[in-house]
């Protein structure tokens, strides 16, 4: 079994920047797409940045600019880049990420724990 496992959330000053960090927790052989979502309290969960097997990436309006997500396949690592940081950006941050374990598996879906972004203004 594989668990996803996230670190650098954490608390940041308005104008700051963290990086977000989401990893397999055992060899993989393939990351097929990503995506980190946040969900802010009383909010619903929302698709901030995707990345897919071929590197293309999107991002909701709200980040855009100020946000970057990119891959390490060697890591089987995904990243968040969170730059110019403002305090409505504060939320719990969950990666997702389709993966195949081995060459022939199927893709299967995975979510990270969440890691607390809070950033004071």
């Known amino acids: 079994q594989v668990q996803l496992v996230e670190s650098g959330g954490g608390l940041a000053q308005a104008g700051g920047s963290l990086r977000l960090s989401c990893a397999a927790s055992r060899p993989i052989f393939s990351i097929d797409a990503a995506g980190w979502y946040r969900q802010a309290p009383g909010k619903q969960r929302e698709l901030v940045a995707a990345i897919t097997s071929g590197g293309n990436t999107n991002y909701t309006d709200s980040v855009k600019g100020r946000f970057t997500i990119s891959r390490d396949n060697a890591k089987n690592t995904v990243y968040l880049q969170m730059n110019s940081l403002k305090p409505e950006d504060t939320a719990v941050y969950y990666c997702?990420?389709?993966?195949?374990?081995?060459?022939?598996?199927?893709?299967?879906?995975?979510w990270g724990q969440g890691t607390q972004v809070t950033v004071s203004s």
């Open positions: 997702h990420v389709a993966l195949r374990i081995r060459p022939l598996a199927r893709s299967t879906d995975y």
